[in-house]
């Protein structure tokens, strides 16, 4: 299994914000077929280290987040994060 974790750190952390994030990744569940499992958190300790908030996603393997990472249906989810966030991290890694 391939996991790939990206954390958000919104520009405004407003209410108005954070719900259009969330609803976008959201928006991703049953989309995509090479996606497997999703979730999205909302930090609740805001430390000067958190980010805002977290995806979390389950492929079988690399090619099926290589197909998720083109696919149409995600395409305009990068263009709205982007749109509202300052800054992102990502990690990839296989698991069993």
């Known amino acids: 299994m391939v996991k790939h974790i990206v954390?958000?750190?919104?520009?405004?952390?407003t209410a108005e914000n954070m719900e259009a994030a969330v609803s976008t990744l959201r928006g991703l569940?049953?989309?995509?077929?090479?996606?497997?499992?999703?979730?999205?958190?909302?930090?609740?300790?805001?430390?000067?280290?958190?980010?805002?908030?977290?995806l979390t996603t389950h492929f079988d393997d690399q090619e099926g987040l290589s197909a998720y990472a083109s696919?149409?249906?995600?395409?305009?989810?990068?263009?709205?994060?982007?749109n509202l966030c300052s800054n992102s991290i990502v990690v990839d890694y296989v698991t069993e």
């Open 7 to 13: 954390m958000f750190k919104l520009k405004e952390k």
């Open 29 to 54: 569940d049953g989309e995509i077929e090479s996606l497997r499992f999703i979730e999205v958190g909302v930090d609740f300790k805001e430390s000067e280290r958190s980010y805002d908030l977290v």
């Open 71 to 82: 696919h149409p249906t995600h395409l305009p989810v990068i263009e709205t994060m982007r």
